[in-house]
């Protein structure tokens, strides 16, 4: 009885073992898949982006929902708490791009592998292929899990429920967490798609599809209001956009793209201010001057995207430049500075890196992640109600939640 008991090999579960163990408590990790940390062997096309090498500070700015919930849980164990976790048990790491931390052999199965030896060295038991029916709650009280195999009731004084989101069903993520929460009395806030591409409206935005625009600079509208500013990369699929710019900007649109489309402006030069544009405009007008307009863009756009350009200028593809207005110049140059889309939806689970909602944290203690309305429950990673942007700042919430959920629970089962 005397034992923690965690449901969920991914991220937040495996990081709960390790924090539960290191307390000296018996610790039993069940986990309904062949295998430990399934998703993470997807995450980072395969890579596993595992954090983010910013000051510990500074990843508050990168949380999309309930960040201030975090301070505990981040403080307590940090990203460079974990980057040393995973270089102490043979994975060494390297930082990229945007101070992303990857392993240094590229392989998200070195994460796992490097996870599953520190779960070994602290003798954590590990069930494999083991799905959780629900919990054991008896008058009020939790007294541990039902496996859905064996139809028997494994007692604990601790339970951590980690079983992840919605996305990614493939791997398991099919809501389970959600249910067992209800179960202890638990609101369970609207879950949507996040980190996931959108949907667009226009026609000649699918017919880009497979271009990809570099430091570029999107604004997604509601109305008047902007709801996120993102620079950097931008992918034209066959049903709209993608690319990291896309994905961090569907985290802040979920929500209202709910009610009502949205609009996206893409800045397709936001290095150049509209003067230095028109400027350059000019420029690149005098030199080709006796050319159809058509054919005059090559310096300014990718070969895929001068005839949608042409086509939405108004402008006569086959008029001379020198004949062009200054009129019709100036509504190619507002084009440029914003490329209009119109975001219809979000993909689905499927597509989405993570899920936004879940558990309400107004629920949980943060300084421990117990349950306020079941003693002894805790809960970790993407089953609360916790979302970040893309650069490893979602699992670093895995790896926080879960530790301070595993260690609190370790200490609630000695008492």
Not at 44 to 73: D, H, I, P, Q, W
Not at 129 to 155: D, F, W, Y
Not at 214 to 242: A, C, M, P, Q, Y
Request: proline share 4%; glycine share 10%; charged share 25%.
């Amino acid at each position: 009885m005397n034992r923690v008991v965690i449901i969920g090999g991914g991220a937040a579960g495996m990081a709960a073992a390790i924090g539960a163990a290191r307390t000296g408590l018996e610790t039993h990790l069940y986990e309904k898949n062949e295998k430990l940390g399934k998703k993470l062997y997807i995450t980072g096309k395969g890579r596993c982006n595992v954090t983010n090498a910013c000051e510990t500070e500074e990843l508050f700015a990168n949380m999309v929902t309930n960040g201030k919930f975090l301070y505990s849980a981040m403080y307590g164990f940090t990203n460079f708490d974990m980057m040393s976790l995973l270089e102490s048990c043979g994975c060494p790491l390297k930082t990229e791009r945007g101070a992303r931390v990857f392993p240094v052999s590229d392989k998200a199965s070195d994460v796992t592998a490097a996870l599953e030896k520190k779960l070994r060295s602290l003798d954590v038991k590990v069930h494999l292929n083991e799905p959780v029916k629900g919990l054991s709650i008896e008058e009020g009280c939790l007294r541990g899990i039902l496996l859905q195999n064996k139809n028997e009731t494994i007692e604990a004084k601790t339970v951590i429920a980690a079983t992840g989101g919605l996305s990614y069903p493939a791997t398991g993520s099919t809501g389970d967490g959600y249910r067992f929460a209800k179960e202890a009395g638990h609101t369970v806030t609207p879950l949507l798609p996040a980190l996931v591409p959108f949907n667009c409206a226009e026609p000649d935005v699918r017919a880009l599809q497979g271009l990809s625009l570099r430091n570029v600079e999107i604004t997604v509208r509601d109305g008047k209001r902007i709801l996120n500013r993102e620079f950097g990369e931008l992918l034209f699929t066959h049903f709209g956009i993608s690319g990291p710019v896309a994905l961090s900007a569907s985290s802040f649109a979920a929500k209202a793209i709910q009610e009502r489309p949205l609009v996206m402006e893409i800045d397709l030069k936001p290095a150049l201010s509209r003067e230095q544009l028109g400027a350059r405009l000019l420029r690149d007008f005098e030199e080709a001057k006796n050319r159809q307009f058509k054919n005059s863009l090559g310096r300014l756009f990718p070969a895929k995207l001068i005839p949608v350009m042409v086509e939405r200028s108004g402008i006569d593809p086959n008029k001379r430049v020198n004949e062009i207005t200054v009129r019709e110049r100036e509504q190619l140059l507002s084009l440029t500075k914003a490329f209009r889309v119109t975001l219809t939806g979000l993909r689905g689970f499927g597509e989405a890196i993570i899920t936004q909602g879940g558990v309400q944290v107004k629920e949980i203690d943060p300084h421990t992640m117990e349950s306020k309305k079941l003693p002894g429950l805790f809960f970790a990673g993407e089953l609360l109600d916790l979302d970040g942007v893309t650069g490893g700042f979602n699992l670093q919430i895995a790896w926080s939640t879960g530790m301070l959920a595993g260690q609190s629970a370790g200490q609630r089962a000695s008492e």
